[in-house]
Nanobody, 127 residues
Framework: QVQLVESGGGLLQAGGSLRLSCAAS????????MGWFRQAPGKEREFVSA????????YEAEFVKGRFTSSRDNAKNTVYLQMNSLKPEDTAVYYC????????????????????WGQGTQVTVSS
């Protein structure tokens, strides 16, 4: 069992940057691949970014590639989502999720693969 708590959301203007954090409980954080998803009002939740359990590989959705990137600090049980060049269409609730994996280089990209979810943090980007 792992509990996830996101933080770092807020209101900012287009073009700005924000870093989300997701702190995980437990001593087995390094066995989980971590993902970021988002859900905008009236839309389905969608994949944003994910990072392997080792932190050696990450993957971003096409619509954020070059602007967002995931990183992690296994010593701190924390995963981050660095968001640059934010746009109004990035406005959403952002969720982190954990998937226990055996392959150090596997990066899960679908919601169904993730077992644990945080409560979400709101990001609002004004034009």
């Amino acid at each position: 069992q792992v509990q996830l708590v996101e933080s770092g959301g807020g209101l900012l203007q287009a073009g700005g940057s924000l870093r989300l954090s997701c702190a995980a409980s437990g001593s087995t954080f390094g066995t989980y691949a971590m993902g970021w998803f988002r859900q905008a009002p009236g839309k389905e939740r969608e994949f944003v970014s994910a990072i392997s359990r080792s932190g050696g590989l990450s993957y971003e959705a096409e619509f954020v590639k070059g602007r967002f990137t995931s990183s992690r600090d296994n010593a701190k049980n924390t995963v981050y989502l660095q968001m640059n060049s934010l746009k109004p269409e990035d406005t959403a609730v952002y969720y982190c999720a954990a998937d226990r994996v055996w392959n150090s280089f596997y990066v899960p990209r679908t919601q169904d693969e993730y077992d644990y979810w945080g409560q979400g943090t709101q990001v609002t980007v004004s034009s």
